[in-house]
């Protein structure tokens, strides 16, 4: 429990050390010293009284701004708390849409992978039965050539039939 200091009236103690000194001027010997002793005692103790109250006040204010600044870093830092709360929260919905975005990406790309190959069979499929089925007018159109050039005589033509035919092949 600290103790207020009351300070003397400000005539109070000069008063009393002038009366002290006019004492010890009267009285000679030790208790001259005495009194001169103790003027200068009071004139030092009311001093030191002065400042140690001066700090006590600025302390008294530097205590009173340090609580109002440790206010106010609290409530900034509850704020941020409460901001990286908020941050988190978002982190991790955008995470959850991310992962559900990439499974669903996932399944489409299989989706689209089963298709591709889907496709890739059946080209070939259609590649081959194409190329039997060039092979048949290929063959066909020999057939005929033959049978013109038998039945009709046209020998020069069947050259040319065969010609066209090997076009049609190549394209």
């Known amino acids: 429990m600290s103790a207020t200091v009351v ?93 559900a975005e990439r499974a669903a990406f996932d399944t489409e790309r299989s989706k689209l992978l089963g298709l591709m190959r889907d496709a890739e069979s059946h080209i070939g499929k259609l590649t081959t039965e194409l190329e039997t089925l060039r092979a048949s007018v290929d063959s066909f159109n020999e057939t005929a050539a033959r049978c013109r050039s038998k039945c009709c005589g046209w020998r020069g033509r069947s050259s040319t039939i065969s010609r066209m035919a090997l076009r049609g092949k190549a394209t």
């Open 7 to 99: 300070p003397l009236p400000p005539n109070s103690s000069s008063e009393t050390t002038d009366f002290l000194r006019r004492m010890a001027s009267m009285v000679s010997g030790r208790n001259g010293e005495m009194l001169l002793r103790a003027a200068s005692l009071i004139v030092s103790l009311t001093q030191r009284a002065m400042t140690a109250e001066r700090l006590y006040h600025q302390q008294q204010e530097e205590n009173t701004r340090h609580v109002a600044l440790r206010e106010a870093a609290k409530l900034a830092s509850d704020a941020m708390v409460s901001q990286i709360e908020a941050l988190r929260a978002q982190l991790a919905d955008v995470t959850a849409a991310a992962v």
